[in-house]
């Protein structure tokens, strides 16, 4: 099947600073990836998505100077947490379609200390 | 708001042991309904379901949906440790793959 892979898998930061997370479709073309975020004993909820040449479109109650995506090529998206704070410790993962499927990533555990 | 509510949370069970596990859901404009095993953190495609009343099938997992009552299963039979993971559920509406909302999960344990 599908590979996405997504990088790193675990950050641990200081509050305030910013992380880059990087999803990757590894043997296909992804126009467009998703965005999820999972606190704990909730559901994955999503975030964001993330359209290759054009801006990204965020869900409601997202802050997209916050939460900064690039997709700047059809295998690459990337997600900046800017200024991290400790509410902001979660897992992110993405996701990609291809062939009607949706294929994810191993995600991000973020920890902002 | 679509809401897909999974039970039940969590099931310990014996190896050789059979499980179901449920999915009702409540969607706007149905597209499909998508099962996924999801251990150490990266969900894995298990099903994808549009019509009612069909089974499908892999190995030793199973699923059905009906449209109408608006629940799906995903059965395992002769369960495996290597079948203990959190089993997610989740909808699909014709908004596309931007509009998959996911349940919460079925934490599932088998125990030798």
């Known amino acids: 099947g599908a590979v996405v892979s997504q990088h790193p898998s675990r950050v641990i930061c200081k509050s305030g600073t910013s992380v880059k997370i990087e999803c990757r479709s590894l043997?296909?073309?992804?126009?467009?990836m998703f965005w999820y975020r999972q606190f704990p004993k909730q559901s994955l909820m999503l975030m964001a998505t993330?359209?290759?040449?054009?801006?990204?479109?965020?869900e409601q109650g997202v802050e997209k100077d916050k939460f900064l995506i690039n997709h700047a090529s059809l295998t690459l998206s990337t997600l900046t947490v800017t200024s991290a704070h400790p509410e902001d410790s979660s897992f992110y993962i993405c996701?990609?379609?291809?062939?009607?499927?949706?294929?994810f990533g191993s995600g991000t555990q973020l920890s902002v200390l | 708001e679509d809401k897909v509510v999974q039970s039940p949370l969590s099931l310990v069970v014996h190896e050789g042991d059979t499980v179901t596990l449920n999915c009702s859901y409540e969607?706007?404009?149905?597209?499909?309904l998508l099962w996924y095993k999801q251990e150490k953190k990266a969900p894995t495609f298990l099903f994808m379901l549009?019509?009612?009343?069909i089974e499908k099938k892999s190995g030793r997992l199973s699923s059905i949906l009906d449209k109408k009552e608006l629940f799906s299963i995903l059965n395992i039979t002769a369960t495996q440790t290597g079948d203990s993971a959190v089993y997610l559920c989740?909808?699909?509406?014709?908004?596309?793959?931007?509009?998959?909302?996911f349940g919460i999960g079925t934490k599932l344990q088998v125990i030798p």
């Open positions: 996701s990609a379609p291809h062939d009607e499927k949706l294929f």
């Open positions: 043997d296909f073309q992804a126009t467009t």
């Open positions: 993330s359209n290759e040449g054009s801006k990204a479109t965020y």
């Open positions: 969607v706007t404009n149905f597209r499909s």
């Open positions: 549009t019509s009612s009343g």
């Open positions: 989740a909808v699909e509406d014709s908004g596309g793959y931007q509009k998959v909302t």
